[in-house]
């Protein structure tokens, strides 16, 4: 069966600093995967997602990137922080890209920026 | 443009009372739609979907949902809730390369 990973599960971070949030996928291949932020009242806002090796589709301009250096491996980084990041990451993947196959969620990772 | 709407942020119903959760989506073909439930600091995890066919789709821990096209709506309902069930709800519309989701519902029990 198919499982996500994802860590740190929380992580304090001073502002200015840089992120690296990792996701990986077992029991699959070529899976699509997605980076959502998920802020209090304001519902899951989808940051990226990738179809394939190298490539990341970004859907709001921000201060983060993405990137997938393997099949099953989605990092989320920035370079440096800033307080409006703070937040609740979750990572997801699809088995393809079509409307009817569901979204399989990590256990998300708490950031907070001081 | 796809959108999902849930307009209740909050609801609140006694343990053992029916319940019900409202959803609108605006796509213009015709819809995947899906429930997820999100537990506190947990990811979300799929209740049901629906495709295709019969209206009414059953999903996991007692969950179905009605798919009314005429009324753009896919409501979330439960015959008898239990304290479990206190969890954030999402609704959302598959399209290709990405599923869009509504701002949630926070069912909260009552004892």
Known sequence: SQTIHQWPATLVQPVGSPLSLECTVEGTSNPNLYWYRQAAGRG????????????????????LSASRPQDRQFILSSKKLLLSDSGFYLCAWRKDILGNSPLHFGNGTRLTVT | AQSVTQPDIHITVSEGASLELRCNYSYGATPYLFWYVQSP??????????????????GIKGFEAEFKRSQSSFNLRKPSVHWSDAAEYFCAVGTDDKIIFGKGTRLHILP
Do not use: M, R, W
């Not at chain 1, 899951?44 to 201060?63: A, K, R």
């Open chain 1, 44 to 63: 899951l806002q989808l940051l990226f997602y990738s179809v394939g090796i190298g490539q990341i589709s970004s859907e709001v301009p921000q201060n």
């Open chain 2, 41 to 58: 600091g947990q990811g979300l995890q799929l209740l049901l979907k629906y495709f295709s066919g019969d209206t009414l789709v059953q």
